[in-house]
C-alpha cells in the first residue's frame, strides 16, 4: 500500500515548513556595549521565529568582563574568548559553517562591513544570510550583503 501524504503535510512540504538549523555569531566588542543596551534573550527570540538555533557563539576578546562570559553562558551561548581582535575568529566560524551542510542559515549580530566576504560566501553556497545590529555607525555593506537586516 502507498501512503497519500495528508493536506497539511503536503502543505508543510510545499511552503518549505522544516524546521531550518541557524548558526548565530555574535562580535560581542561590537555589539556588547552599554551604549547600546544590548540583550541577548531578546535576540535569541527573534532568532527563534526564524527556526532552531544549531551553533551561538559570542566572541569576546581578552578583556571581556566574567559576569558578561557568564551573562553569555546563562543564555546557552558559547563564549568564544580571543586575545586580539575577534573578527579573524568569528568569520572562521563563519566559514565553517557556511560548509557546513547542517545550517541553512547564518545570522551574524554586528555593525560592522569586515564581515561582507564570508557572507558573500555563505550565499554563494546557498545559505540564507541574516544581519542584526543597530544603525548608529552600521555599515551600508554590511546591510547590501546580507539577504535580510534586523534591527535592534
Not at 5 to 21: A, F, H, M, T, V
Amino acid at each position: 500500500m502507498v501512503k497519500v501524504p495528508g493536506i497539511g503535510e503536503l502543505k508543510s512540504r510545499l511552503s518549505g515548513g522544516e524546521q531550518k538549523n541557524i548558526a548565530v555569531f555574535v562580535d560581542g566588542p561590537n555589539l556588547l556595549r552599554r551604549e547600546f543596551d544590548f540583550d541577548l534573550t531578546k535576540l535569541k527570540e527573534q532568532v527563534n521565529k526564524m527556526g532552531k538555533i544549531s551553533i551561538a557563539k559570542v566572541f569576546l576578546n581578552q578583556f571581556a568582563p566574567e559576569k558578561l562570559i557568564e551573562a553569555v553562558s546563562a543564555e546557552g551561548m558559547e563564549s568564544v574568548i580571543t586575545p586580539v581582535d575577534c573578527d579573524v575568529a568569528l568569520a572562521t566560524e563563519l566559514m565553517e559553517a557556511v560548509y557546513n551542510p547542517n545550517i541553512d542559515i547564518i545570522v551574524v549580530v554586528t555593525r560592522d562591513g569586515d564581515f561582507q566576504p564570508p557572507i558573500m560566501k555563505a550565499k554563494k553556497h546557498g545559505k540564507e544570510t541574516v544581519a542584526f545590529g543597530v544603525r548608529k555607525n552600521l555599515s551600508e555593506s554590511l546591510i547590501n550583503s546580507v539577504d535580510r537586516f534586523v534591527e535592534l
